[in-house]
């Protein structure tokens, strides 16, 4: 059971390219986010999917895409990068949304410099 | 938007009570508050989390104001491995779903 995992763990793009990170769970879980992390700051959701095919809009997701093809792995994608996106990217995955009744796993992150 | 206010750093000895404070004065009834803390160089785990009651699990406990503008997480006797960045979210489960963290406390443990 290897939990939320990501890939890659490290990159370094240059401006105007593009790239895609990709989360898989194994736990079976519904709902699964990406949230970008910059320093000194707290996280801050990207975008969200409550289920295989579905996609929402987080706080922070201009500059990104997101698709959820199969339940296990949630990929982001970035068309064009800047160096305002150099960043630390976590995904989380959860069977329910965490409200009262569950919790958040997360990956151990990608750490994106764009220069 | 709701949004959430923690100091920036909190200092406490080795086998020491710490209680760190979270202010979310904007609160709306729908938002749970939950706690994540984050080691160095890992993801966020979790803590805790309430709604309205006081609630305690093998980690620790978490205090809510009556009014739900400000909560506590304490930990009962912290451990050199309770050093982390402790996070305190709001998470709404209306319609709208939000999930709002906080900057962060980053807890110092002295031996």
């Known amino acids: 059971n290897a939990g939320v995992t990501q890939t890659p763990k490290f990159r370094v793009l240059k401006t105007g390219q593009s790239m895609t990170l990709l989360c898989a769970q194994d736990?079976?879980?519904?709902?699964m986010y990406w949230y970008r992390q910059d320093p000194g700051m707290g996280l801050r959701l990207i975008h969200y999917?409550?289920?295989?095919?579905?996609?929402a809009k987080g706080e922070v997701p201009d500059g990104y895409n997101v698709s959820r093809l199969k339940k296990q792995n949630f990929l982001l994608g970035l068309e064009s990068a800047a160096p305002s996106q150099t960043s630390v990217y976590f995904c989380?995955?959860?069977?329910?949304?965490?409200?009262?009744?569950?919790?958040?796993?997360f990956g151990p992150g990608t750490r994106l410099t764009v220069t | 938007d709701a949004k959430t206010t923690q100091p920036n750093s909190m200092e406490s000895n080795e086998e020491e009570p710490v209680h760190l404070p979270c202010n979310h004065s904007?609160?709306?009834?729908?938002?749970?508050i939950h706690w994540y803390r984050q080691l160095p160089s890992q993801g966020p785990e979790y803590v805790i989390h309430g709604l309205t009651s006081n609630v305690n699990n093998r980690m620790a406990s978490l205090a809510i104001a009556e009014d739900r503008k400000s909560s506590t997480l304490i930990l009962h006797r912290a451990t050199l491995r309770d050093a982390a960045v402790y996070y305190c979210?709001?998470?709404?489960?209306?319609?709208?779903?939000?999930?709002?963290w906080g900057a962060g406390t980053k807890l110092i443990i002295k031996p």
């Open positions: 979210i709001l998470i709404r489960v209306d319609s709208n779903y939000q999930l709002i």
């Open positions: 736990m079976n879980h519904e709902y």
């Open positions: 999917s409550v289920g295989e095919g579905t996609t």
């Open positions: 989380a995955s959860s069977y329910f949304w965490p409200g009262d009744t569950d919790e958040q796993y």
């Open positions: 904007t609160i709306s009834g729908t938002d749970y």
